[in-house]
């Protein structure tokens, strides 16, 4: 094949260099590109007049002719930018002739720098990656159509188009369906990975207007908020309400968190709304059979020989010295658990008493499985609040919140 490139001139034919002038070139510079540019300019070039388009040497260029094509349109683009002069008017354009033909060029077409890039860059359309990605995974143009919403006829042709621009077949058409290439295999993971992502990132910008996340503790989860959910669902069916249970602190903003539930002081900081929930009034509790017959409540003698269920919160101390006034307990048995709904499970099994806040074992106080053996109540110093940041009160959020209040001041 024969390239043979100009810059096209309203007025007249390209005039072409002496054949030892390209030579010359070629020899010195066989690589073409800046190099040439720069010695046609030193040389100077004795048929080119002011005006007068510029012809660049020949070329030889190898089969297929479609990759090297584009190539050579590149670094042509580099050899145009390296000259100057009047004499760069015009478009820049590209002849590509058989060999043996007589070196005849056929008419010239004008190709802009901005077309050869994005020839080399451009992506597929997007419908295209579309229906190759559905119907890679239905291996059916119907089954594909059907998902997208279109017909049939239509997700072949994306595909017959995408395979047209790539140079590639993506599916061996069989009686029985499609089957991927190899290339289109590997192509279709990729395809499929950046849908994927995309779709991820977009859910992640535009959250569902219905999506409240509720951070608490795992105690309060699993002995208060998690037996009232059916409730919550039949009063809100259109909020999807997600529950982080964990002990940590919570940030609002970094954790995405909607709602939070946590023990402390009445105030949380300007940006946080911190609505009263429980009071923190301990209580002890075990199962009936624990005290068995035994008139209740207890006295400190019968105390003394109980086993004690502890928590984090380490509560017992002050609950026993406010309970049993002016008695001192030896050391007693104990189960320490690094969580209170531990302990409470371990109450309702009969392994001994646990201390827990009222509200969070009203219900299993009321039907029985547990007993207070201790008639005393003792106040601790962090009560329960509902917190929501004042920057993030979406409608969905404020529902939950209205809910989550009544449920605290109704019925156990």
Same mark, same amino acid.
């Given at each position: 094949?024969?390239?043979?490139?100009?810059?096209?001139?309203?007025?007249?034919?390209?005039?072409?260099?002496?054949?030892?002038?390209?030579?010359?070139?070629?020899?010195?510079?066989?690589?073409?590109?800046?190099?040439?540019?720069?010695?046609?300019?030193?040389?100077?070039?004795?048929?080119?007049?002011?005006?007068?388009?510029?012809?660049?040497?020949?070329?030889?260029?190898?089969?297929?002719?479609?990759?090297?094509?584009?190539?050579?349109?590149?670094?042509?683009?580099?050899?145009?930018?390296?000259?100057?002069?009047?004499?760069?008017?015009?478009?820049?354009?590209?002849?590509?002739?058989?060999?043996?033909?007589?070196?005849?060029?056929?008419?010239?077409?004008?190709?802009?720098?901005?077309?050869?890039?994005?020839?080399?860059?451009?992506?597929?359309?997007?419908?295209?990656?579309?229906?190759?990605?559905?119907?890679?995974?239905?291996?059916?143009?119907?089954?594909?159509?059907?998902?997208?919403?279109?017909?049939?006829?239509?997700?072949?042709?994306?595909?017959?188009?995408?395979?047209?621009?790539?140079?590639?077949?993506?599916?061996?058409?069989?009686?029985?369906?499609?089957?991927? #290439?190899?290339? $289109? @295999?590997?192509?279709?993971?990729?395809? %499929? &990975?950046?849908?994927?992502? *995309?779709?991820? !990132?977009? =859910?992640?910008?535009?959250?569902?207007?219905?999506?409240?996340?509720?951070?608490?503790?795992?105690?309060?989860?699993?002995?208060?908020?998690?037996?009232?959910?059916?409730?919550?669902?039949?009063?809100?069916?259109?909020?999807?309400?997600?529950?982080?249970?964990?002990?940590?602190?919570?940030?609002?903003?970094?954790?995405?968190?909607?709602?939070?539930?946590?023990?402390?002081?009445?105030?949380?900081?300007?940006?946080?709304?911190?609505?009263?929930?429980?009071?923190?009034?301990?209580?002890?509790?075990?199962?009936?059979?624990?005290?068995?017959?035994?008139?209740?409540?207890?006295?400190?003698?019968?105390?003394?020989?109980?086993?004690?269920?502890?928590?984090?919160?380490?509560?017992?101390?002050?609950?026993?010295?406010?309970?049993?006034?002016? #008695?001192?307990? $030896? @050391?007693?048995?104990?189960?320490?658990? %690094? &969580?209170?709904?531990?302990? *409470?499970?371990? !109450?309702? =099994?009969?392994?001994?008493?646990?201390?827990?806040?009222?509200?969070?074992?009203?219900?299993?106080?009321?039907?029985?499985?547990?007993?207070?053996?201790?008639?005393?109540?003792?106040?601790?110093?962090?009560?329960?609040?509902?917190?929501?940041?004042?920057?993030?009160?979406?409608?969905?959020?404020?529902?939950?919140?209205?809910?989550?209040?009544?449920?605290?001041?109704?019925?156990?």
């Amino acid at each position: 094949m024969i390239a043979r490139s100009f810059h096209s001139h309203p007025h007249g034919e390209p005039a072409d260099h002496p054949a030892e002038k390209q030579i010359e070139v070629q020899r010195r510079h066989p690589e073409g590109g800046r190099g040439i540019a720069r010695d046609l300019d030193r040389a100077g070039d004795p048929l080119h007049r002011e005006g007068q388009p510029r012809v660049l040497p020949k070329c030889t260029l190898p089969r297929p002719a479609l990759q090297a094509g584009l190539d050579i349109f590149y670094r042509h683009d580099v050899l145009s930018n390296g000259m100057s002069g009047p004499s760069q008017s015009g478009p820049l354009s590209w002849q590509v002739i058989p060999l043996g033909s007589g070196d005849e060029p056929d008419p010239l077409q004008p190709v802009s720098r901005k077309s050869i890039v994005s020839r080399r860059t451009a992506l597929p359309p997007l419908n295209a990656l579309r229906a190759f990605e559905a119907a890679g995974r239905h291996l059916t143009f119907r089954a594909a159509a059907e998902e997208l919403g279109v017909t049939q006829g239509a997700v072949a042709q994306h595909v017959r188009g995408l395979e047209a621009q790539l140079e590639l077949r993506m599916f061996l058409r069989e009686a029985r369906g499609l089957t991927l #290439t190899e290339e $289109g @295999r590997a192509y279709h993971a990729a395809v %499929s &990975q950046a849908f994927a992502q *995309l779709s991820e !990132a977009t =859910a992640r910008l535009r959250p569902a207007p219905g999506h409240v996340t509720i951070s608490v503790t795992p105690t309060f989860a699993s002995k208060w908020l998690i037996p009232r959910l059916p409730g919550f669902g039949l009063a809100h069916p259109e909020i999807d309400l997600r529950v982080m249970a964990t002990e940590r602190v919570t940030s609002f903003h970094s954790d995405g968190i909607d709602l939070a539930v946590r023990q402390g002081e009445t105030s949380f900081g300007a940006s946080i709304r911190a609505d009263p929930l429980f009071r923190q009034d301990i209580v002890a509790v075990c199962a009936p059979d624990l005290v068995g017959d035994a008139a209740l409540p207890l006295g400190a003698e019968a105390m003394a020989r109980q086993t004690l269920l502890h928590d984090t919160h380490d509560l017992w101390p002050p609950f026993l010295r406010a309970a049993f006034p002016g #008695t001192r307990f $030896g @050391r007693m048995r104990g189960i320490r658990f %690094s &969580q209170t709904t531990l302990g *409470l499970d371990a !109450a309702l =099994a009969g392994q001994g008493i646990a201390l827990a806040s009222r509200f969070l074992v009203d219900r299993d106080l009321t039907a029985g499985r547990l007993v207070q053996p201790v008639a005393h109540t003792h106040q601790g110093p962090h009560d329960y609040f509902l917190l929501a940041s004042r920057r993030r009160m979406t409608p969905a959020t404020a529902a939950a919140r209205d809910w989550l209040l009544a449920q605290a001041d109704g019925p156990a």
